[in-house]
């Protein structure tokens, strides 16, 4: 898959992800999405804007999307992250496999390994 032929939603979760805007990052998921990161789930938009306050945009996070496949209903992206997180131990660089499902141009799902 192309990374110039992304649905929106996902581009848009990038744009917000690395501008930072949190509103607009927040408001890329369906009112019951589930995200899967560090093996914690968070179920509905608040849960999902208490996760990505606390561990992306409190630490910075940027994503710069190296790769993507469509695997089934998902769409597996590849980022590069950066940020001012403990990097003590990760890889250099951190590339995390970010898979959506995508519904109605909404997250409905988002795990990341």
């Known amino acids: 898959m192309d990374l110039n032929h992304l649905p929106s939603v996902i581009g848009k979760y990038i744009t917000a992800s690395n501008k930072p805007d949190p509103a607009v990052f927040v408001d890329c998921f369906s009112e019951n999405a589930v995200v899967l990161d560090e093996g914690k789930k968070r179920n509905g938009k608040q849960a999902i804007r208490e996760w990505s306050d606390q561990y992306h945009f409190a630490a910075n996070v ?31 660089p951190l590339l995390l496999n970010y898979h959506f499902v995508i519904v109605d141009d909404q997250i409905v799902s988002l795990s990341i390994f």
């Open 62 to 92: 940027t994503l710069e999307p190296t790769t993507a496949k469509k695997m089934g209903e998902e769409i597996v992206l590849t980022c590069k992250l950066d940020g001012t997180y403990d990097k003590t131990g990760l890889p250099d």
